[in-house]
């Protein structure tokens, strides 16, 4: 280890971009349910789809679930109502994934990979930011 350490500028580092990561996340899931149809079956690229179409629900479902508990916190109030309006959404969800493996409507692992759209989208940001700082002086 190094004992110069310089100390991090704050205006240097940039937020994560939400917009770019729910772009990323579409076309994922678009290509991923394409690839489903193509070389899987219709039912996999449906899978796929409505995973992805679920995954943005349950996106702005969380974001605004956390606003909410938190803009009331702000205000003074006890959060334990709002955080049990907060675990509703996992309940939604798991409904929703016990209908669609009870049914077999899809394919229950297609599903999955759609819903997990959100996660490949970070990761696949974050190689976006490592080889944009490897190659550049201005990260993204």
């Given at each position: 280890?190094?004992?110069?350490?310089?100390?991090?500028?704050?205006?240097?580092?940039?937020?994560?971009?939400?917009?770019?990561?729910?772009?990323?996340?579409?076309?994922?899931?678009?290509?991923?349910?394409?690839?489903?149809?193509?070389?899987?079956?219709?039912?996999f690229g449906l899978g796929v789809l409505i995973?992805?179409?679920?995954?943005?629900?349950?996106?702005?479902?969380?974001?605004?679930?956390?606003?909410?508990?938190?803009?009331?916190?702000?205000?003074?109030?006890?959060?334990?109502?709002?955080?049990?309006?907060?675990?509703?959404?996992?309940?939604?969800?798991?409904?929703?994934?016990?209908?669609?493996?009870?049914?077999?409507?899809?394919?229950?692992?297609?599903?999955?990979?759609?819903?997990?759209?959100?996660?490949?989208?970070?990761?696949?940001?974050?190689?976006?930011?490592?080889?944009?700082?490897?190659?550049?002086?201005?990260?993204?």
């Amino acid at each position: 280890m190094s004992d110069n350490l310089q100390p991090v500028n704050p205006q240097t580092i940039l937020p994560i971009s939400h917009q770019r990561i729910l772009v990323i996340m579409a076309v994922l899931g678009l290509f991923g349910s394409i690839a489903g149809f193509a070389f899987v079956s219709a039912n996999f690229g449906l899978g796929v789809l409505i995973g992805s179409i679920f995954a943005f629900v349950n996106y702005y479902w969380l974001k605004a679930s956390l606003k909410t508990i938190f803009d009331r916190i702000g205000e003074g109030e006890k959060p334990k109502l709002f955080a049990l309006r907060y675990f509703t959404r996992y309940l939604g969800l798991g409904v929703v994934i016990a209908v669609i493996y009870t049914t077999e409507a899809v394919s229950i692992v297609a599903f999955i990979l759609g819903m997990a759209s959100f996660g490949f989208a970070v990761v696949f940001d974050g190689f976006i930011r490592i080889f944009i700082g490897v190659f550049s002086e201005k990260a993204l």
